[in-house]
């Protein structure tokens, strides 16, 4: 077995267990809609670890050159193999065969990711050239968010809704699982 199948595998028995944890907890809240407030606790106890600032603008600035170079060729060849994959999707669609849920999902992801590196490519130029042209952004993904205003709203969504959090999370779980089982057995 090589190392890239084995990091497949081990991928594919995390996915697996995370849409089982889906299924499981969606189909436990929807029966027993209090059981919401016992998973309070723990991620109140995620969020506050999460909530800690860092700071790495001076580290970046200093090293610009390597980290927008970095973000540059990453973009760039990502983008180049998204274009392998538009030709070949491009290629069956002329064919004229049967539009399947498979297809829709792989061009979505695909139009997603290309979108995404559209973005980054220009983040990257950015860093690479003139990182203080990313002063205003840079101004606005520092300041304070306020997780408690997030955390009461979507406990408040959630004690009023919580079945249907709960069916949505179970129908996650499910679809995935189908999924990749689908994608294992082939």
């Known amino acids: 077995m090589n190392l890239a199948s084995w990091w497949l595998s081990i991928l594919l028995i995390m996915a697996v267990?995370?849409?089982?944890?889906g299924l499981v907890l969606g189909a436990w809240i929807f029966l027993n809609p209090d059981a919401n407030?016992?998973?309070?606790r723990p991620a109140s106890e995620a969020l506050r670890h999460l909530s800690r600032p860092v700071r790495i603008e001076r580290f970046v600035y200093r090293h610009?050159?390597?980290f927008g170079g970095g973000i540059v060729i990453g973009?760039?060849?990502t983008l180049v193999a998204l274009g392998g994959y538009v030709r070949r999707l491009m290629a069956l669609a002329a064919l004229g065969g049967p539009r399947t849920l498979d297809a829709w999902l792989w061009e979505s992801l695909l139009l997603f990711?290309?979108?995404g590196n559209f973005f980054t490519?220009?983040?990257g130029l950015l860093i690479l050239i003139r990182p203080s042209g990313l002063k205003g952004f840079e101004t606005w993904a520092n300041r304070p968010v306020s997780l408690?205003?997030?955390?009461?709203?979507l406990r408040t969504a959630f004690r009023n809704h919580p079945r249907l959090f709960a069916?949505?999370?179970a129908t996650g779980g499910f679809f995935s699982l189908v999924l990749l089982f689908r994608m294992i057995l082939k």
Request: contains cysteine; glycine residues 4%.
């Open 17 to 21: 267990i995370g849409s089982v944890a």
């Open 37 to 40: 407030a016992l998973l309070d």
């Open 64 to 66: 610009h050159r390597w």
């Open 75 to 77: 973009s760039f060849c």
């Open 113 to 115: 990711v290309a979108l």
């Open 121 to 123: 490519l220009t983040a």
């Open 148 to 153: 408690a205003e997030w955390r009461a709203a």
């Open 167 to 169: 069916l949505l999370l």
